[in-house]
């Protein structure tokens, strides 16, 4: 594995673990495939842990009128929490609660949770209320948990997705898209009238290394089309 998919494991685990990516550093050795391995473990062991209290949490959620559970919700449960109980509960229950919060509600729980969980329920909710999620998810910051709803998310729906994100959210958040052919098939979204703004930004951020993991994976159309834009690159 190269280095910038080991860089790119760091930031994703110092994400998950709370810490800096210089307290990793130890890492840097590592193949990514060991660190995305162990992410996965930690994940997983964070979301297993009290199984059975989550489950009945999430039962509270069906016994009372969706409007009320949405409020216990918002009122009760912390991100974190509210993320690992979204992680057991009944498709058609979580989409019902999940269009009754706040738009800023997902956004607080989204960085918390295990895309591989809720990839269902992703898939079934409103399609606006995924954007408007992922503009809010854009302003503050939350890269990794954009990356990681990327991956489970159809390309149809990151295509709406991509016009409310600025020119840098979009170069950040393809920074740490786990999968290269992920962010070639993200970046064959984007339309030829942004591609100079994305360009320019690119080169004011320093983040070539976008583009060249993507390289590899481009189809022959994205290939030329992106050539132009990122001439300093595609040499």
Do not use: W
Request: with cysteine.
């Amino acid at each position: 594995m190269s280095t910038t998919e080991t860089r790119v494991e760091i930031t994703r685990l110092a994400s998950l673990l709370g810490c800096s990516e210089d307290a990793l550093e130890m890492l840097a050795e590592q193949p990514a495939g060991v660190l995305k391995e162990l992410r996965d473990r930690l994940t997983d062991r964070l979301f297993d842990a009290n199984r059975d209290i989550l489950l009945g949490l999430a039962r509270t959620t069906k016994i009372v009128p969706g409007a009320v559970a949405a409020k216990i919700a918002t009122a009760a449960f912390p991100p974190q929490l509210a993320a690992r109980v979204a992680g057991v509960m009944e498709t058609d229950a979580a989409v019902s609660l999940a269009s009754r919060v706040p738009v800023t509600f997902l956004a607080d729980l989204a960085p918390k949770l295990d895309p591989r969980r809720v990839t269902s329920i992703l898939h079934q909710l409103p399609p606006q209320l995924l954007v408007d999620a992922g503009e809010l998810l854009g302003e503050r910051g939350e890269y990794i948990a954009m990356a990681d709803f990327v991956a489970v998310l159809p390309l149809e729906q990151i295509g709406r997705t991509l016009g409310v994100l600025s020119d840098e959210a979009l170069i950040r958040t393809g920074q740490v898209i786990e999968d290269p052919a992920r962010l070639a098939a993200i970046l064959e979204l984007i339309t030829a009238e942004r591609l100079p703004g994305i360009a320019e930004t690119v080169g004011r951020l320093e983040a070539h290394d976008l583009v060249e993991r993507a390289r590899p994976h481009l189809s022959d159309d994205g290939r030329e089309r992106l050539s132009e834009a990122f001439k300093a690159v595609f040499r």
